[in-house]
């Protein structure tokens, strides 16, 4: 009886179960639930701000902001180059991280380091938007807003020699970054790529987040170890590269593609000259002294002309610009005036600027040469002899200004230090005058644009740009000056010419007189002036005040 009453129970179980499984599936399948409604479908004109905001949660910077500007053609161009950048990159990691690696082998039972995996993924950062600012400098200032959300599988190897050569797996993965840099190509120059350096900054701490193994355990799962590697990460990131710190990359040699600046100014006073060879027919010469740096553009300088005379005095000063103390060389050559025909050589001489001490006055006599090229060889004839007195005097190692007024403070390499606003500079110094470009200047006539530069007397002019209403010239002028520019102002004229001959060839687009004393005070001034009679024109200038 009780094996019978045992086996009824199963049979009963299992038809029932099968029973109640059918039943199931029946309602599963067949039943229509009574409270599922339909939803309400409404056009997205009609969703308020909270509504948007679910149904998309993560809105890309060109929508929100308009600053921003849409850069899809790049993240494509990023999506196909990704498999060749994933090389690139991991090269570029194993070239640094192996000489560190280097420092740590001998120490602490390590006898080995290396990467066993190493691969940023198959997944490249996501721009979301590209900001570009205007800037007077010589400079591109860039902020891209930059997500990635990457596979990456690194994984490093680090042996022991403690536990019988056992190894320790770290793997980094899971990684995600949130930044937004802003990156500075700077200064522009005329070769290609056309930037000197890359720098690089970032304007709010990052979002950093991924998962760490050691020996296969996620170690970033330990209760509050996660958010302790989060702020370390964030405040070791924000002390290296947060604005304004940052992290510069340098792509081309300055000293190559850089424009040398003028650094000081040479001192010459010629002041005799014995002996010269006798030119004329009388048994005399009529000499004088041409003078000129080496790289130097600008035409020669002269002195007078001594009439009938073999030992001339002069006692003539002159002040040239220098760029390079240590390679320029001073060039004189003594010349015998005619007034028909060529002017003939009575000698010449160099002086390499190395041999001078700064802000200190030296006196040379030098032999003239037939010839100052090394490469000739020299005659025993004796050409006479020329004294000359050099002082080469070094601009002042003041940081230049910023762009406009500084509210009586100047930038000092140990801090901010004040100067009172009534305290006007003295000494000589170089005057730089950098015209950049200017914007709508649109003659009535024609458009070919250039710079004329009124000064002290002096009359400088850039070239000419031809048919063009925002003409770009990058042209710098210097003035020599005895004295700062107090209280005075420089003219800078837009002219436009017509080519060939015709009346009204010449038509003004615009004038601007700019005072100099904030350039005087702060040492530089980079800003746009709007052109005096021009309806909207503009003219970028660069002013810059260097006293010795």
């Given at each position: 009886?009780?094996?019978?009453?045992?086996?009824?129970?199963?049979?009963?179980?299992?038809?029932?179960?099968?029973?109640?499984?059918?039943?199931?599936?029946?309602?599963?399948?067949?039943?229509?639930?009574?409270?599922?409604?339909?939803?309400?479908?409404s056009p997205?004109?009609?969703?308020?701000?909270?509504?948007?905001?679910?149904?998309?949660?993560?809105?890309?910077?060109?929508?929100?902001?308009?600053?921003?500007d849409?850069?899809?053609?790049?993240?494509?161009?990023?999506?196909?180059?990704?498999?060749?950048?994933?090389?690139?990159?991991?090269?570029?990691?194993?070239?640094?991280?192996?000489?560190?690696?280097a420092?740590?082998?001998?120490q602490?039972?390590?006898?080995?380091?290396?990467?066993?995996?190493?691969?940023?993924?198959?997944?490249?950062?996501?721009?979301?938007?590209?900001?570009?600012?205007?800037?007077?400098?010589?400079?591109?200032?860039?902020?891209?807003?930059?997500?990635?959300?990457?596979?990456?599988?690194i994984?490093?190897?680090?042996?022991?020699s403690s536990?019988?050569?056992?190894?320790?797996?770290?793997q980094?993965?899971?990684?995600?970054?949130?930044?937004?840099?802003?990156?500075?190509?700077k200064?522009?120059?005329?070769?290609f790529?056309?930037f000197a350096?890359?720098?690089?900054?970032?304007?709010?701490?990052?979002?950093?987040?991924?998962g760490?193994?050691v020996?296969?355990?996620?170690?970033?799962?330990?209760?509050?170890?996660?958010?302790?590697v989060?702020?370390?990460?964030?405040?070791?990131?924000?002390?290296?590269?947060?604005?304004?710190?940052?992290?510069?990359?340098?792509?081309?040699?300055a000293?190559?593609?850089?424009?040398?600046?003028?650094?000081?100014?040479?001192?010459?006073?010629?002041?005799?000259?014995m002996?010269?060879?006798?030119?004329?027919?009388?048994?005399?010469?009529?000499p004088?002294?041409?003078?000129?740096?080496?790289?130097?553009?600008?035409?020669?300088?002269?002195?007078?002309?001594?009439?009938?005379?073999?030992?001339?005095?002069?006692?003539?000063?002159?002040k040239?610009?220098?760029?390079?103390?240590?390679?320029?060389?001073?060039?004189?050559?003594?010349?015998?005036?005619d007034k028909?025909?060529?002017h003939?050589?009575l000698?010449?001489?160099?002086?390499?600027?190395?041999?001078?001490?700064?802000?200190?006055?030296?006196?040379?006599?030098?032999?003239l040469?037939?010839?100052?090229?090394?490469?000739?060889?020299h005659d025993?004839?004796?050409?006479?002899?020329?004294?000359?007195?050099?002082?080469y005097?070094?601009?002042?190692?003041?940081t230049?200004g910023?762009?406009?007024p500084?509210?009586?403070?100047?930038?000092?390499?140990?801090?901010?230090e004040?100067?009172?606003?009534n305290?006007?500079?003295?000494?000589a110094?170089?005057?730089?005058?950098?015209?950049?470009g200017?914007?709508?200047?649109?003659?009535?006539?024609?458009?070919?644009?250039?710079?004329?530069?009124?000064?002290?007397?002096?009359?400088?002019?850039?070239?000419?740009?031809?048919?063009?209403?925002?003409?770009?010239?990058?042209?710098?002028?210097?003035?020599?000056l005895?004295?700062?520019?107090?209280?005075?102002?420089?003219h800078?004229?837009?002219?436009?010419?017509?080519n060939?001959?015709?009346?009204?060839?010449?038509?003004?687009?615009?004038?601007?007189?700019?005072?100099?004393?904030?350039?005087?005070?702060?040492?530089r001034?980079?800003e746009?002036?709007?052109l005096?009679d021009?309806?909207?024109?503009?003219i970028h200038?660069?002013?810059?005040?260097?006293?010795?």
């Amino acid at each position: 009886m009780g094996f019978l009453s045992s086996l009824l129970g199963i049979l009963g179980f299992g038809i029932g179960f099968l029973f109640g499984l059918f039943i199931g599936f029946y309602f599963f399948i067949y039943s229509q639930p009574t409270d599922v409604e339909d939803p309400v479908v409404s056009p997205l004109c009609e969703l308020d701000t909270d509504a948007l905001q679910d149904l998309i949660p993560d809105i890309p910077l060109w929508v929100k902001s308009p600053d921003y500007d849409r850069v899809d053609w790049l993240n494509k161009f990023l999506q196909n180059m990704w498999p060749f950048l994933d090389k690139a990159i991991c090269s570029t990691i194993r070239s640094v991280a192996e000489p560190i690696f280097a420092e740590y082998i001998g120490q602490y039972t390590i006898t080995k380091i290396d990467f066993e995996t190493l691969t940023p993924g198959t997944l490249p950062p996501v721009l979301q938007g590209l900001k570009v600012y205007e800037t007077n400098e010589r400079e591109l200032v860039m902020e891209p807003a930059i997500k990635w959300a990457g596979n990456p599988n690194i994984v490093v190897v680090v042996t022991s020699s403690s536990l019988q050569n056992l190894k320790i797996k770290l793997q980094l993965l899971d990684l995600q970054i949130f930044v937004a840099p802003r990156v500075t190509l700077k200064p522009l120059v005329p070769s290609f790529p056309c930037f000197a350096n890359i720098v690089v900054s970032i304007m709010e701490k990052p979002h950093v987040d991924f998962g760490l193994k050691v020996l296969g355990g996620d170690v970033m799962a330990i209760p509050g170890l996660y958010r302790y590697v989060q702020e370390i990460i964030k405040k070791q990131v924000a002390v290296l590269y947060h604005w304004p710190q940052t992290l510069e990359i340098p792509v081309l040699d300055a000293s190559l593609v850089g424009i040398k600046k003028p650094v000081g100014i040479l001192h010459v006073k010629v002041v005799r000259a014995m002996k010269l060879l006798k030119m004329d027919l009388l048994g005399l010469s009529d000499p004088y002294v041409k003078l000129s740096l080496s790289g130097d553009s600008l035409p020669s300088r002269k002195t007078s002309i001594k009439k009938k005379n073999l030992n001339p005095v002069w006692n003539e000063s002159f002040k040239l610009t220098v760029k390079d103390p240590q390679s320029q060389i001073l060039h004189l050559d003594v010349i015998d005036w005619d007034k028909v025909g060529a002017h003939d050589r009575l000698g010449s001489q160099l002086l390499p600027l190395k041999l001078l001490q700064p802000n200190e006055t030296k006196e040379f006599t030098l032999d003239l040469l037939k010839n100052s090229s090394i490469s000739v060889a020299h005659d025993k004839k004796q050409r006479g002899q020329i004294v000359v007195e050099l002082t080469y005097a070094p601009f002042r190692e003041d940081t230049d200004g910023m762009s406009g007024p500084l509210n009586s403070f100047s930038w000092k390499e140990n801090g901010l230090e004040t100067t009172s606003g009534n305290d006007s500079p003295r000494g000589a110094g170089l005057l730089f005058v950098t015209v950049q470009g200017a914007k709508d200047v649109e003659g009535s006539r024609h458009n070919n644009p250039y710079v004329v530069i009124f000064f002290r007397g002096e009359k400088r002019k850039s070239k000419m740009v031809k048919k063009t209403r925002d003409p770009q010239w990058c042209e710098e002028f210097h003035f020599m000056l005895e004295e700062p520019p107090v209280h005075e102002k420089i003219h800078l004229e837009v002219l436009s010419k017509r080519n060939g001959i015709s009346f009204r060839s010449k038509e003004s687009l615009g004038h601007v007189d700019i005072n100099l004393d904030d350039v005087v005070h702060n040492g530089r001034i980079n800003e746009k002036y709007h052109l005096i009679d021009s309806k909207n024109g503009v003219i970028h200038v660069e002013l810059r005040w260097k006293s010795i």
